[in-house]
């Protein structure tokens, strides 16, 4: 079946427009994250004839491979787990890492980042859930990760992102976009140098609208773009 990703696209946006419209907010205010990880190159180049901007990735071998392939100036996002020695292939390549969830990942980012001058943005994950399956720092720990983040150069922390547990009923997952938007507001309290939480990385294709009424800045959209997990 032929996927049509323009098609895909436009209703999505008047998805997340309609969203905004519903919680008062500016349609501008959010941003979507094409999650093109396991789809081939030709999609993503698709996607940005249609408009589309950003996109995420989330395995570095396969982002490697696919950004040889790529010829738009697109910009890319890594939203899945980083191993730290993997770290060294990013500088300069990605806009934003959603994923950092602990200090020595944070700090081999910071390095690399520093070798070229360049300064690192990044999200803390946190894992809502408690989900042994999934990687993210406890919500608890959250405050004292970022107390040392904020103290290394060469990074600097935008907000935060989280994968909730999935449910099938998108309302059953408000309270814990909820939660991640009100962590955020009291880390920002915190007046930390370097810190700013102004992303809010959260909702993906099922529950994308109920985290924009949540405050999401930064929404994860794969399969109701392109379609199951294909190939590169």
């Known amino acids: 079946m032929t996927i049509d990703i323009a ?12 969203a905004c419209a519903r919680c008062g907010r500016n349609p501008a205010a959010v941003r979507l994250v094409a999650v093109s990880k396991t789809h081939p ?4 180049e698709a996607a940005w004839t249609a408009g589309q901007v950003e996109f995420g990735e989330s395995y570095v071998q396969e982002f490697l491979a696919k950004t040889e392939l790529v010829k738009a100036p697109v910009q890319w996002h890594f939203i899945g787990h980083l191993q730290s020695n993997k770290v060294k292939n990013l500088p300069g390549k990605v806009r934003l890492i959603h994923s950092v969830d602990r200090l020595s990942l944070a700090e081999e980012v910071a390095r690399q980042w520093g070798k070229s001058g360049l300064q690192a943005e990044v999200l803390i994950e946190v894992n809502l859930g408690d989900e042994i399956s999934k990687a993210g720092v406890a919500e608890a720990a959250v405050e004292p990760l970022l107390r040392r983040l904020a103290d290394l150069p060469h990074l600097a922390v935008r907000g935060l992102m989280a994968i909730p547990p999935y449910l099938a009923d998108p309302e059953e997952v408000r309270p814990f976009f909820r939660r991640l938007r009100e962590l955020a507001a009291r880390l920002e309290a915190l007046g930390l140098p370097g810190v700013a939480m102004r992303e809010l990385s959260m909702g993906m294709s099922h529950d994308f609208t109920v985290a924009i009424e949540e405050g999401a800045t930064l929404v994860r959209v794969g399969t109701a773009i392109f379609g199951e997990r294909g190939g590169i």
Do not use: D, G, P, Q
Not at 10 to 15: D, L, P
Not at 41 to 44: D, M, T
């Open 7 to 18: 098609a895909n696209l436009a209703r999505i946006r008047a998805e997340i427009a309609a």
């Open 41 to 44: 190159a030709a999609l993503v």
